[in-house]
């Protein structure tokens, strides 16, 4: 590749880079191997004729795409023998990402752990269809697929998705609203608060990847939250402090003990009321939480 050619596909790459991370973030949750990919993709990028290449941008679509698929299946091996729940790697985002109502659900915690439940392929076509708006012959061609079965894929996956979203999402506003007053509760040790701001069917899930001390098994109704929540602090004789933060484009808490950082909580909202805590204590997904992280859809 001459100078030229290599400056062309430099300064193609690096316009599409928030594009590529957010493609192949969304496919993997994890941050860490996200960036792993869009380094394949980038050594597999520069030895491409450019003069070849009618669409540059749906080419290093699919060359994400592909190499986080191949990822993600290894990946997903290894998380059969992960210790507790799984969680994906929280990022701390900036304001405009927020203002995206689409890139924030695709990007949010618990869309995230939906896409958990699907297939990798079902996965990928998922987000590359439904987030990414790929048109189906160009997800079929970078799957090996045909469009007609890329479109029956799409159908199973959208099914299996909407039947677990949230039944009324809440606005940014009922979200911090919802956050505010849980981290009120918290440093009050009031479990009636508590119970006023989760729901009766509210889900906590703790990852500390046998790292951090964490329940390996979900936490189900908001008796048994809060009271391991009020209990759970009062007895380890701990200051726990919740800083208001935005992770994954959604209003979340960086959770300090005596001043050190301790985890993120992100949250589920059906409404005004938590459906779902996901608390990230593993140290080694708390690399993201110190300096904005740029995402984009297009």
């Given at each position: 590749?001459?100078?030229?050619?290599?400056?062309?596909?430099?300064?193609?790459?690096?316009?599409?880079?928030?594009?590529?991370?957010?493609?192949?973030?969304?496919l993997?949750?994890?941050?860490?191997?996200?960036?792993?990919?869009?380094?394949?993709?980038?050594?597999?990028?520069?030895?491409?004729?450019?003069t070849?290449?009618?669409?540059?941008?749906?080419?290093?679509?699919?060359?994400?795409?592909?190499?986080?698929?191949?990822?993600?299946?290894?990946?997903?091996?290894?998380?059969?023998?992960?210790?507790?729940?799984?969680?994906?790697?929280?990022?701390?985002?900036?304001?405009?990402?927020?203002?995206?109502?689409?890139?924030?659900?695709?990007?949010?915690?618990?869309?995230?752990?939906?896409?958990?439940?699907?297939?990798?392929?079902?996965?990928?076509?998922f987000?590359?269809?439904?987030?990414?708006?790929?048109?189906?012959?160009?997800?079929?061609?970078?799957?090996?697929?045909?469009?007609a079965?890329?479109?029956?894929?799409?159908?199973?996956?959208?099914?299996?998705?909407?039947?677990?979203?949230?039944?009324?999402?809440?606005t940014?506003h009922?979200?911090?609203?919802?956050?505010?007053?849980?981290?009120?509760?918290?440093?009050?040790?009031?479990?009636?608060?508590?119970?006023?701001?989760?729901?009766?069917?509210?889900?906590?899930?703790?990852?500390g990847?046998?790292?951090?001390?964490?329940?390996?098994?979900?936490?189900?109704?908001?008796?048994?939250?809060?009271?391991?929540?009020?209990r759970?602090?009062?007895?380890?004789?701990?200051?726990?402090?919740?800083?208001?933060?935005?992770?994954?484009?959604?209003?979340?808490?960086?959770?300090?003990?005596?001043?050190?950082?301790?985890?993120?909580?992100?949250?589920?909202?059906?409404?005004?009321?938590?459906?779902?805590?996901?608390?990230?204590?593993?140290?080694?997904?708390?690399?993201?939480?110190?300096?904005?992280?740029?995402?984009?859809?297009?």
């Amino acid at each position: 590749m001459t100078d030229r050619s290599e400056d062309a596909a430099t300064d193609t790459f690096v316009a599409h880079r928030n594009l590529l991370f957010t493609v192949a973030y969304e496919l993997l949750g994890s941050a860490a191997d996200a960036e792993d990919v869009l380094q394949e993709t980038w050594l597999r990028w520069v030895d491409v004729d450019l003069t070849t290449v009618l669409d540059q941008r749906a080419y290093l679509v699919r060359i994400t795409t592909r190499q986080a698929l191949n990822r993600l299946r290894t990946m997903q091996r290894r998380r059969e023998a992960y210790l507790g729940p799984w969680l994906p790697e929280p990022m701390l985002t900036s304001p405009d990402v927020a203002d995206d109502v689409e890139l924030a659900e695709s990007v949010s915690m618990a869309l995230m752990l939906v896409l958990e439940t699907l297939t990798p392929t079902e996965r990928a076509v998922f987000v590359l269809r439904e987030v990414f708006d790929v048109s189906y012959d160009e997800i079929a061609e970078a799957l090996d697929k045909t469009p007609a079965t890329v479109r029956q894929i799409a159908h199973r996956a959208r099914r299996h998705v909407e039947a677990r979203r949230p039944r009324a999402t809440a606005t940014p506003h009922q979200a911090r609203e919802a956050l505010a007053s849980f981290q009120r509760a918290l440093a009050t040790g009031d479990p009636t608060r508590l119970l006023d701001v989760l729901a009766p069917d509210v889900v906590l899930l703790a990852d500390g990847g046998g790292v951090k001390l964490a329940s390996r098994v979900p936490i189900v109704g908001a008796e048994k939250v809060s009271t391991l929540l009020v209990r759970g602090i009062a007895k380890a004789g701990v200051q726990l402090v919740g800083e208001p933060t935005a992770v994954n484009g959604n209003p979340a808490l960086l959770m300090r003990i005596d001043g050190e950082v301790d985890g993120v909580l992100a949250v589920k909202m059906e409404g005004d009321r938590i459906t779902g805590l996901y608390y990230v204590r593993n140290p080694h997904k708390l690399t993201r939480i110190d300096a904005e992280n740029p995402l984009a859809l297009r």
